[in-house]
């Protein structure tokens, strides 16, 4: 699984957009972006992901430049339940041998008042 | 939405005991796994399940920790002997063949508490 690169933590006011960068220079062309939060310990919760092309739910939208070396996770009205560390995972949408996920340091994000 | 039940919420355990962690996957997963946090560290894979047998392990995946699915709906963990270290979080995860928002799903865990 391609390397990922987080800023370890970033603040964000509440009511606005919550930009955060992943880079990933190492990604393959079988190779998804995941984005996964953690809020205070709780299980790892899954947000978006996407391969090439731009995704937007209901909770988030991802953007990935266009040579996919690097991604940008859009909360687009941050509350101050969205604080938590955020996970940027590469890897492929499956394998065979099995679909572990590879955690690293997360962005931890602190959303204010 | 379905859900990765895991009990108990919280064990506590003397140093040297066995302990085992039990989880409920979502019904209609393939794939079943197991991660643990410790305080203050990363997220770290542990062990998958895939057919009734280990998929794919990590290094602490030793042999003081073993994985059953002694039926249709539990999958557990357990952990031989407990030392201090162990002391963690223990997050049971199950996915389908791909990773998507339904078919990879964690639980809220298990914090074990080795004393």
């Known amino acids: 699984d391609a390397k990922t690169t987080q800023p370890p933590s970033m603040d964000c006011a509440e009511g606005r957009a919550a930009n955060l960068p992943c880079n990933h220079s190492?990604?393959?062309?079988?190779?998804?972006v995941y984005w996964y939060r953690q809020i205070h310990s709780q299980g790892p919760q899954y947000i978006i992901h996407?391969?090439?092309n731009n995704e937007t739910n209901e909770m988030a939208s991802l953007i990935i430049t266009e040579d996919r070396k690097s991604s940008t996770l859009i909360l687009p009205h941050a509350t101050l339940r969205d604080t938590a560390v955020y996970y940027c995972?590469?890897?492929?949408?499956?394998?065979?041998?099995?679909?572990?996920?590879?955690f690293g340091g997360g962005t931890r994000v602190l959303v204010k008042p | 939405e379905p859900e990765v039940t895991q009990t108990p919420s919280h064990q506590v355990t003397q140093m040297g005991q066995e302990v085992i962690l039990r989880c409920v996957p979502i019904?209609?997963?393939?794939?079943f796994y197991w991660y643990r946090q410790i305080l203050g560290q990363k997220v770290e894979f542990l062990v998958s399940?895939?057919?009734?047998?280990?998929?794919?392990k990590s290094e602490i995946f030793d042999d003081q920790f073993s994985v059953e699915r002694p039926d249709g709906s539990n999958f557990t963990l357990k952990i031989r002997s407990t030392k201090l270290e162990d002391s963690a979080m223990y997050f049971c995860?199950?996915?389908?063949?791909?990773?998507?928002?339904?078919?990879?799903?964690f639980g809220s865990g298990t914090r074990l508490t080795v004393v």
């Open positions: 019904s209609n997963h393939l794939y």
């Open positions: 399940f895939y057919n009734n047998e280990i998929s794919e």
């Open positions: 996407g391969l090439k």
């Open positions: 190492t990604i393959s062309g079988n190779e998804y």
């Open positions: 995972i590469v890897r492929v949408a499956y394998s065979a041998a099995g679909n572990k996920l590879t």
């Open positions: 995860a199950s996915s389908g063949t791909t990773i998507d928002r339904v078919s990879y799903t």
